[in-house]
């Protein structure tokens, strides 16, 4: 899909609106954990609503980023040839860390 970039703009500050919120929510809900101990961390995971603020929370930190180094790279990048195939790498990267993002969340969360 392709965007224009005041659209692009709108995305990114909405994207990280919602991450400080979500950021917000998992600081205040962290603050009496003991983070040393793996046993708590899982429990906390277990509560579907904590689960749900991380997955949030570090998707939209990958869409406020995959925007800013998508408009980096159209604006510094101008062999057409080059930016096309750091853009195909940038995104690939990101779907990764999506994908892993997902797999450890849910996995924790079941455990």
Not at 6 to 27: C, D, E, H, P, R
Not at 56 to 74: A, Q, R, Y
Not at 97 to 102: E, P, Q
Request: charged letters at 15%; aromatic letters at 22%; a positive charge.
């Amino acid at each position: 899909m392709k965007f224009n970039y005041t659209t692009k703009w709108i995305f990114q500050k909405i994207s990280a609106v919602i991450f400080l919120l979500a950021l917000i929510y998992s600081i205040y809900s962290i603050h009496d954990l003991d983070l040393y101990d793996y046993n708590s961390i899982s429990l906390w995971f277990k509560s579907h609503l904590n689960a749900i603020s991380i997955l949030i929370l570090f998707i939209s930190i990958f869409f406020h980023s995959n925007i800013g180094i998508s408009s980096i790279i159209d604006d510094y990048f101008h062999n057409e040839f080059l930016r096309k195939k750091i853009l195909i790498f940038k995104n690939f990267f990101f779907v990764i860390l999506f994908f892993i993002t997902i797999f450890s969340v849910v996995n924790l969360a079941i455990k």
